[in-house]
């Protein structure tokens, strides 16, 4: 008895096969998903730092600062800082170093010679002999930050900003750079954020009777960090600012704001200064935020 091969049945004239065009779809949403995992992931848990060479200075890993440093080796796993890292041979699991430079003569000297790049001896000349400046530069703290940070030095040039520079204030007030947030108060909670601020802007604190809406948002909604070309630090200029949340409708002739006639008001100057709206960050007495 002769067995004869059983054949597929042929495709009708003008049909298309469905499974292989759905599983080059499927194939390929999975492979776009898995490229955009991998720039995210990348992007926004690691960032890479060029480590500075000094002359007769090596890099020997942060595990050597814990020897007299174990609260801080300990606490640095949660900073923000602990992301940075440097890939070769400049660098042994950079951690510390990346602020503080190459410490090998700060280990050997069992703490004599002061880490190339610290708060309290500036940034020092490298040599085979771990020698310091004879003068401490001013701002050795905030200058050890400008590093890397230039951008935020420049800010601190604005016509308004933050007195870093004239040494009343720094960055380790409003930045914990050893552990946990760089931000402190910050992480997830915008309202612990505002800690930061209010420590030293009582004043603004609430709870009011009337709050300002904006002060839930953060104080950044209105307030730039470090500098700004506006008066107070503010992000924009004038009534332009308060006009981000507060839409205005234009109406034949009139200008309407919350639904009241602003026309005459907006050419008597900003919301604040014009007398209208003084209690910016909330009010105890006005809903209108008046007084």
Known sequence: ????????????????????????????????????????????????????????????????????????????????????MARGTNALNVGCESCHGPCSLHSDSGGEVKPPFSATSGRLPGNSFGARLADTPARTTDNL??????????????????????GHLSCVDCHSPHSGSIHVGGGTSITSENQSCLRCHPNQNGPQVFEHEAMRE????????????????????????????????????????????HTVRVRQGTCWTAGCHEAVHGSRVSPSLRF
């Not at 503010?234 to 234009?250: M, P, S, W």
């Open 1 to 84: 008895m002769s067995h004869q091969p059983t054949s597929l049945p042929a495709l009708e004239t003008g049909a298309q096969p469905r499974f292989p065009i759905r599983r080059a779809f499927a194939f390929a949403g999975l492979v776009a998903t898995l490229v955009m995992l991998s720039i995210s992931c990348a992007g926004v848990h690691r960032a890479v730092v060029a480590l500075p060479d000094v002359p007769g200075a090596k890099y020997i890993g942060s595990k050597e600062c814990e020897q007299c440093h174990d609260k801080l080796y300990k606490e640095f796993a949660t900073a923000d800082h602990a992301r940075l």
């Open 145 to 166: 930050c400008f590093q890397c940070h230039a951008d935020v030095r420049g800010q601190f040039s604005l016509p308004s900003h933050h007195p870093v520079p004239e």
């Open 218 to 261: 953060g104080c950044t909604t209105c307030h730039t960090a470090h500098g700004s070309v506006n008066a107070k630090l503010l992000t924009a200029r004038d009534a332009n600012l308060c006009l981000k949340c507060h839409f205005q409708q234009v109406n034949g002739t009139q200008i309407l704001i919350g639904g009241s006639d």
